[in-house]
């Protein structure tokens, strides 16, 4: 049971809900569209302790009721739980095989992603959109990504990038149309990396 | 008609921005996230009853209306006509419900919404088109169970498609589909591209805008990402071929555009003119002109000229 907090003691959430959802909703459209295109965050808002800026931005616009958030052991804590359910009222799970957003950092442990939901053949789209929380994405060429959004190849790169998340994508992209989409979130940069993408690791 | 507008705030407040409420909106918006990771895939959503019936576009609007932020500039255009009811009632809904700018002009909009027609000029990377759809389900008049239809999709089960091209040459002698007209999408899915004209199905191939289909009655949205694979579906000896006109845009001389064909009296006399009225006008004010403009001479404006597949 988590312990109820004052709501003086929330942090707020968009100041406009409608204009800022909408803006990082577009934010989040031009990076799915253009995988591994780098997009800067429009718009500052405060985060709770385990989660950075761009993963509560990202939910704050695509999370409420309807959907269940499951937050990595490294991500969790009061704060983020009191404040997703304050500002997005989804309700939050312990077992990420029920999540439809996951949130996880990178430099924890990454056994939870087998466990994901990825839709099943009929529906793929019933399956689960992972945030990972990353110190810093940049253009660099230790990815080259190709596929539907890119016109030739996009360079990308995540510093501390496992081995074990590569050999998962890659068993990932072979499920397709099932599979799991990454958002790759620093604080103030979004990437995203649909389940269509073909990653050649330099 | 160029409507400019500074303060989105100023918009008519007894609806939220863009009339639908958010929860409504972001529901929609995970639907856009997952169509385009799943290229050609209908991903089912709540769709809304729109202020407007079935078949006026409450699919393309519910999108329309999740995507649009304050400081995009829209475009509606039905069958290439910016000045036709349908495209008239959905800009005016959308200058008053989210305060936005509208424009006629296919390069300076950011969203263009569509019914039935790909814009003749290319667009770009930063914008969007919003496709209105009737059927979504390019199996469906094959195969009218939605569970039957699923599993064809799930398993790429595609033969009776292909057959249905086939009965078009044997009755025919050739692929008699003229619009709507079947696409398989990045080598995986079977897709309708909504009742374009095939003339329109190249455009859609590696297409640099993303691309965006929300059919309101049968509830469903899919989508293309920019520089996707787009392939209208043929045999190797009956190639795919788009349709073509002997005659050129009466107005404007174009002979690359999509013409629809306007009877003018009851003695046979006929022209053809551009769909894309933007397009049209823009070569109109480049100084290009056809036989049937007003500019020209009388005596003139005249045209035999007949459709040739």
């Given at each position: 049971m988590i312990p109820q907090p004052r709501t003086a003691d929330l942090l707020r959430g968009f100041e406009n809900a409608a204009f800022d959802s909408n803006a990082v909703f577009r934010t989040l459209l031009d990076a799915m569209a253009h995988p591994g295109r780098i997009y800067d965050l429009p718009l500052d808002v405060p985060a709770p302790a385990g989660l950075n800026k761009s993963a509560t931005a990202f939910l704050l616009a695509m999370a409420d009721m309807d959907t269940t958030i499951w937050l990595s052991p490294d991500c969790a804590s009061n704060a983020a739980n009191a404040h997703l359910k304050f500002h997005c009222g989804s309700p939050i799970t312990e077992t990420p095989s029920t999540a439809d957003f996951a949130v996880a950092r990178l430099d924890g442990d990454l056994a939870f992603i087998k466990k994901l939901p990825i839709g099943n053949a009929e529906y793929p789209d019933q399956s689960a959109t992972l945030i990972l929380q990353v110190e810093d994405i940049s253009n660099k060429a230790d990815m080259i990504l190709q596929g539907p959004g890119i016109k030739d190849s996009q360079s990308l790169s995540v510093p501390g990038l496992p081995a074990a998340f590569h050999a998962w994508r890659a068993e990932n992209h072979h499920l397709f149309p099932c599979g799991v989409d990454v958002i790759f979130a620093a604080d103030h940069k979004i990437a995203a990396l649909p389940r269509t993408t073909r990653i050649e690791i330099r | 008609m160029e409507q400019t507008v500074n303060n989105p705030a100023q918009a008519s407040s007894a609806y939220n921005f863009a009339y639908l409420d958010e929860q409504t909106k972001r529901m929609i918006r995970r639907a856009l996230l997952k169509a385009v990771a799943i290229p050609g895939y209908q991903v089912p959503f709540a769709g809304r009853e729109m202020p407007m019936p079935y078949g006026w576009g409450t699919g393309g609007v519910q999108v329309t209306a999740a995507v649009i932020g304050p400081d995009d500039t829209l475009k509606v255009i039905d069958q290439g006509a910016d000045d036709t009811t349908n495209a008239v009632s959905i800009r005016q809904f959308f200058a008053k419900t989210a305060n936005v700018a509208t424009t006629e002009k296919t390069a300076k909009a950011s969203i263009i919404q569509t019914r039935h027609r790909i814009p003749e000029k290319e667009l770009r990377e930063d914008q969007i088109l919003v496709y209105q759809v009737p059927i979504p389900e390019p199996l469906r008049f094959l195969e009218p169970r939605e569970t039957e239809t699923r599993k064809m999709h799930a398993l790429e089960e595609y033969g009776l498609m292909h057959v249905k091209l086939y009965e078009d040459i044997s009755r025919h002698g050739h692929i008699a589909t003229t619009y709507a007209y079947p696409v398989m999408v990045n080598d995986r899915y079977v897709m309708d591209p909504s009742p374009t004209p095939k003339f329109d199905n190249p455009k859609m191939d590696m297409m640099a805008a993303l691309q965006l289909f929300g059919a309101g009655r049968e509830k469903r949205i899919y989508a293309l990402p920019p520089y996707t694979k787009v392939k209208s579906l043929d045999f190797e000896d009956h190639p795919f071929e788009v349709q073509s006109w002997k005659d050129e845009c009466?107005?404007?001389?174009?002979?690359d555009s999509y013409l629809d064909e306007v009877i003018l009296d009851d003695k046979g006399n006929r022209m053809f003119v551009c769909s894309d009225t933007d397009y049209c006008s823009e070569r109109q004010d480049a100084g290009h002109r056809g036989?049937?403009?007003?500019d020209q001479p009388l005596g003139t404006s005249h045209s035999n000229g007949k459709a040739a597949e």
């Open positions: - | 009466g107005m404007c001389g174009a002979t036989p049937q403009h007003h």
